[in-house]
């Protein structure tokens, strides 16, 4: 089974400020990569995801990560961000062979002040 | 937004009785999930579903069952309650397994006392 790693449970950073928050996964194999994001009482929401081909991937609201085989990450970026990206943020893996299912990381709730 | 709706939203229930959480898509996609999200912990996968009456078990299933009669229904079953078993439940579906996006329903969240 595949154990994914959120290096930093809250993230607190200024508005228009840059933000990487941080995933590291455990297998090597071939596998699936995404981030989703949870507003407050919401369900999750798809930000971006890796399936093959550029390692860098963009998405919605701004976000995009980087896939890295070799150190087996998928560090998620935003160059500035707004007051309405205080949310929690989840990486998750999925195994070519598992039907799907995913693995997710313990969450990284980034908190943006004015 | 993939239309999937949960029932309950809210539940408080007693130790020891059973209760069934419910979740309907209007997607006909295949597969579909259970998944409980604890604080420290993230989502954990309970069950799954792969197509009618087909399912399995995740990694926290102990105390759990699950049902699929109809392609739109995946029903979460607990036995006989525990305390342990308070969390917010998401439901997820896919139209595909591998490299699919999951889509979520907007949780149920389920007390027990």
């Known amino acids: 089974a595949q154990s994914v790693t959120q290096l930093d449970s809250q993230v607190p950073v200024f508005e228009e400020a840059p933000v990487e928050l941080r995933c590291n996964y455990s297998?090597?194999?071939?596998?699936?990569l995404f981030w989703y994001v949870q507003y407050p009482n919401q369900g999750l929401q798809l930000l971006l995801k890796?399936?093959?081909?550029?390692?860098l991937v963009k998405g919605i609201n701004g976000f995009e990560a980087e896939f890295n085989k070799s150190q087996t990450s998928f560090h998620l970026r935003k160059p500035s961000v707004h007051i309405s990206d205080t949310a929690e943020y989840f990486c998750?893996?999925?195994?070519?062979?598992?039907?799907?299912?995913?693995?997710f990381g313990r969450g990284t709730q980034l908190t943006v002040w004015p | 937004d993939a239309g999937i709706t949960q029932s309950p939203r809210h539940k408080v229930t007693e130790t020891g009785t059973p209760v069934t959480l419910r979740c309907h898509q209007t997607?006909?996609?295949?597969?579909m999930y259970w998944y409980r999200q604890d604080p420290g912990h993230g989502l954990r996968l309970i069950h799954y579903?792969?197509?009618?009456?087909?399912?399995d078990k995740g990694e926290v299933s102990d105390g759990y069952s699950v049902s699929r009669s109809k392609t739109e229904d995946f029903l979460l079953t607990l036995e006989s309650a525990t305390s342990s078993q308070t969390s917010v439940y998401f439901c997820?579906?896919?139209?595909?397994?591998?490299?699919?996006?999951?889509?979520f329903g907007p949780g149920t969240r389920l007390l027990v006392l």
């Open positions: 997820a579906i896919s139209a595909n397994g591998q490299g699919e996006t999951q889509y």
């Open positions: 890796y399936l093959s081909g550029s390692t």
């Open positions: 297998s090597s194999v071939s596998v699936y």
């Open positions: 997607e006909n996609h295949r597969y």
């Open positions: 579903s792969y197509g009618v009456k087909d399912t």
């Open positions: 998750a893996v999925s195994e070519g062979s598992t039907l799907g299912r995913l693995y």
